[in-house]
């Protein structure tokens, strides 16, 4: 993944890296040892020149699913990576979601999450209005919106091509809030973003769908070989 990974940067010259979570295995049991020797693992791994940006979203095996999430956990994954919610770069808009508190059950963590949301869909609107709101205006732009979970879909049958789920199990049915988001969390986020494009990771396969009256999404495939004989990513201009 290390060679993979450089030999990328080399090749590309990107100006901007994006990792859809689940930067770790095992980072929702780790012990603050533990933790610490993956995190020097990963920014040896992942090293990149300072003009390049590394922005990571965060995953369920980062913090653990909704039911193991907490805000040691939470805390401990923003120290080190720092997700910024809304990021502009080249006249484009990105928000980042932290898609695991997404459960709506108004937990603590996942009220605050909805709440910075809101503000973020405000200032978002604002963009296209002179004299709206405070602070650095925003491009005119709908925002590309970067999570781990996909939006909620029945499953993976309607994708094709290399980098989709082996056909056997493309019919298999998706668990709202384990596999996919639910119906409920999905049209909050198309409703309050407005997104230009979702992409989304979690699955481990490549999947493009265009939502009902809304955008498209792409779900990510795996980077790493113990999830895909085939690991990949996707190059954005």
Known sequence: MERAFQTALWL????????????????????PQA????VERFQKMFRHPSHVQLKVVVGNHDIGFHYEMTTYKVKRFKKVFNPERLFSWKGVNFVMVNSVTMEGDRCTLCSKEEAELLAISHRLNCSWEVGCGAGRPLPASAPVLLQHYPLYRRSDSNCSGEDAAPPDER???FQERYDVLSREASQKLLWWLRPRLVLSGHTHSGCEVLHAGGPPELSVPSFSWRNRNNPSFIMVT
């Open 171 to 173: 019919s298999t049915p």
């Open 12 to 31: 590309l010259k990107p100006d901007v890296v994006f990792i859809l979570g689940d930067v770790f295995d095992e980072g929702k049991w780790s012990s």
């Open 35 to 38: 933790w610490a020797d993956d």
